[in-house]
């Protein structure tokens, strides 16, 4: 829909969806074109396209998913992978004794479509300070990266702890709802974000 200069959630990624409109319209467009070319030639079939339309408006959603579903279940390593970004979220708080340490609690929810266990590494979203970073074993960055797995069909909320010093606020406390995240291993990186 961007591509042609529309847009599909009323913030951002998230909000209304606006492609629920233009669904609508476009059907209806159909509608009163099917009714003024096929009045004459078809009109049994002029009689159905309501029941048409009332179908497609309840079976259209389980259809789509279906098809991601199935895109994703045919898909290997960690392009089989699925975000759940609803489900996923970072709180965070400076630490009650050393105030330029901030702790970062983060749950991402992810689940493995494809036929294979996947293995990957994972960077997420620092709050406040619009980057990303690795995640590591024993939440040091000096330390090597933590690997993590996803065996077929699993969904999983990967819950850990980043602690960072943190010059630039000296007290942080909130949550971020769906922090963008990228899975990277020796196949490629897959990022989600709703931006």
Known sequence: MESLGLKSWSDDNHGFHYTIIYSI?????????????????????VKRIP??????????PGIINMGVSISLANSDGINAIDYYYDESSCNYESDEEI?????????????NHGKEKVDFYL????????????????????????????????????????????????????????PKAVIFNG???KIFSRN
Do not use: C
């Not at 029941?51 to 259209?60: E, S």
């Not at 619009?130 to 024993?138: A, Q, R, Y």
């Open 99 to 111: 105030a330029e340490i901030t702790h970062y609690n983060y749950h991402i929810s992810l689940m």
């Open 25 to 45: 319209i476009f059907m209806m467009f159909g509608w009163f074109g099917a009714i003024k070319f096929l009045s004459d030639t078809h009109p049994k079939i």
């Open 123 to 178: 960077k997420v979203e620092l709050p406040k300070h619009e980057t990303m970073i690795n995640v590591t074993e024993e939440n040091n960055k000096e330390s090597g990266l933590r690997k993590f797995t996803l065996r077929p069909g699993e969904k999983k909320k990967f819950n850990f702890t980043i602690s960072l010093k943190n010059d630039k606020y000296m007290s942080l406390e909130g949550s971020m709802r769906s």
């Open 51 to 60: 029941i048409l339309l009332v179908a497609l408006l309840f079976f259209a």
């Open 187 to 189: 196949q490629g990186e």
